[in-house]
């Protein structure tokens, strides 16, 4: 990916299909000119994991994915030793005697790397994407302080391992606890939203092309209807992307009431949500025009 | 409010280094944590950027020293005033005005035409543009003797003069179509620049700066409309989940009273040839939190009741094992409601019509809630579930029944109490606080968001915020 300057960052993301905004390109760019870690948050659905996959496109480089869960621990993120090979070398020693054995089974043969240790020990600079570090606790997240801000980790029976290559490190939140500010100090952060009208549609017109620009309009506008709403789970982006394909499948010229009611599934997913979304949206839209006879 | 880190610095010398580090000590004061290692980033992040665009200037602070969205916002206010008042300040130092080519032309532009490009402006969200027009505009309207002086008054006078107000328009007196609807985001945005033309105006015309003053405090009394701070309450609701959460991670973490799962470990001793070289533990299940919720909507807190129905439905928002009660004389089981109903005003009609708590006088009497309340559910409450209480303690002067309330406050694992009345008018008249209190794991006034929050601090194991 060229790094010269922010603009040539976000052509590089439109030319994978992503279309970065302002401060989300910077903010790319700045991660790669001063190697820091991004902490990238906002509501689900706008488009945080899929800026990490787009990074690693755009440079080319692979994508190592780390996702996070509750109850996730070093030997799941970072590195586990492979006892029953450790056990088989002791096994195939036979007669040699401890002081053979123990230097040996503790060496790289026997660890099994996992994604954290993966992306810092790779030969080639690989983009790592952390995703859902607020599902983890918080001693998770102390752990990984070392690796964010060194770009090292420590193994006991090894000593440090350091970085060959510089990873682009992504962690995506959903805001759903706060993060220690520890954390956040080594991050830049970026705060991605619900993007614009005209965003959206480029966006959606990128993923659809065969959608009309008019009905492309209105149907974005009708989403960002729907957003407004106090609802439980709101539209994401990729859920646009969706019934706009399902559009094109009906063969809709325009979103009427009939046409809304039909596939509003595909960008409402909760009953109390869906009573609520055509009792305030629905109602707005034209009645179907009936063709005489 | 003073700045814990010490006074803000004066005026240092110039360059851009000091302007920055004056621009974070601003922010510090207004409470955003930006730390030394987040000034050094940011530095660096302007080491990549052109300084000639201001968005990028802007993102790249954003994005090293703002690092979560409360203190964005912080961030978008403070930025605007500290770089507009340093640029002024340097102007009053250099002695450089703008003289007279500003308001050029403006006596003689054609009102109906200006208001015309303003519209336009504002519809098609042009910023540059509006910002021209804004300095027309004044100087239009404000140099006709007719300003007066505050700025605020200012900017209402000129938006009203010139017939702008946000949403449908009415159709033009000469009946030449419909006006296109204009965004309230969009008038705002035009009225900040008014705003700006204003004070950079009065600025040099006196020469002086206006002292800045700390950003308005966002704490609020008892909100009365339901929709007006519904949104503050559900921000502290959604924290205090988020702190609860990271409560319990704390206590999962300890290994005491962990119980051997011993299929488990025969498991694992496969690996080992039989040998069970590691022990495994039977996992332990984070403590979910599990709310009752009881709330006093009788007339003696009909101001408070709208607050505490907002923090009701915010809570139900939140957290799935939460039942709510409401009571006046009866109390009554309204959890399938905030289950069923998403909108805040059906919320409170239904809770109205159907709650059924009201009986004869409408007076509330807290002695039967406390014995209707433990016959109902008395079984179900056990030593991991919470009770808040949501209300004022006044009895009416009827037997309050503090022995059924202990027994309540036994079962339960917490209780909590909220007051919607002032620490100091606890006790007097008819409130009978004091024989609760003392069977409360805390008991708390609550009538602003900030109280909310100070209490969430408190469950959550914080320290109180100081009043």
Redesign the interface.
Known sequence: MPDG??AEVKDALAKVGYLAD??AA??S??AQ??G?PV?V?GPAGVGKTELAKALSRASGRELIRLQCY??LDEAKALYEWN??KQ?LRIQAGGEEGWEDVHGDIFDKEFLLERPLLQAISSAEPVVLLIDEIDKT???FEAMLLELLSDFQITIPELGQVAATTMPIVVLTSN????LT?AL??R?????LDYPELEREMEIVRLHAPELPEALARRMVEVVRMVRAL???KPPSIAESIDWARTLLLMGAEDIDRETFEQSMSIIVKHR??IE?VAERVGVKLAEPVRTEG | MPSPYGPKAEAGPPGLAAKLLGFCEELRGEGV?V?T??IL?AF??L????WTSR??FR??L???I????ED?RLFELLFDRWFFRSAEAEAIERGIEEQGQRYEGGERLDIDELQEQIRQAIVEGDDGEMRDLARLAISAFGRQGEGSGVVGVDVQRIRRTLGLSAGTQPPGEDGAGELPPIDREQLNAFERHLRRELERDLIERTSTLPPSRPLAELDRALPTSPTQDLAAVHRAVSQMK??L??LG??Q??RRKGQAVDVRRTMRASL???GVPLRLRYR?KR?RRPEIYVLCDVSTSVTSASVFFLSVLHALH?SFRKLRSFVFIERISEVTEVFE????FRAIAQRISSEGGVADVSGYTDYGRVWLEFLGKISDELDPRSTVIVLGDARTNGREPHAEIFAQVSERAGRLFWLNPEPRLYWNYGDSVMAAYERHCDGAFECWTTRHLENFVNVVAGGVPAAD
């Not at chain 2, 080491?47 to 052109?50: E, G, I, K, L």
């Open positions: 300057s922010v302002e401060p910077l903010v760019f700045l000119q001063l820091k902490l948050e509750e109850g006892y029953r056990l606790d918080q001693e805001n759903s606890r706060e500010e956040k100090r991050c830049l952060y970026l705060w106090d609802l439980k109390t949500d609520l | 944590a730390g290692s987040e980033d660096a992040a080491d990549h950027v052109p968005d990028d993102e790249a954003a994005a090293t703002a690092k979560s969205q964005r988020r702190r959460a990271t991670q704390e999962r973490g690996e080992t040839g996992p984070p928002d069923h109903e998403r909108d």
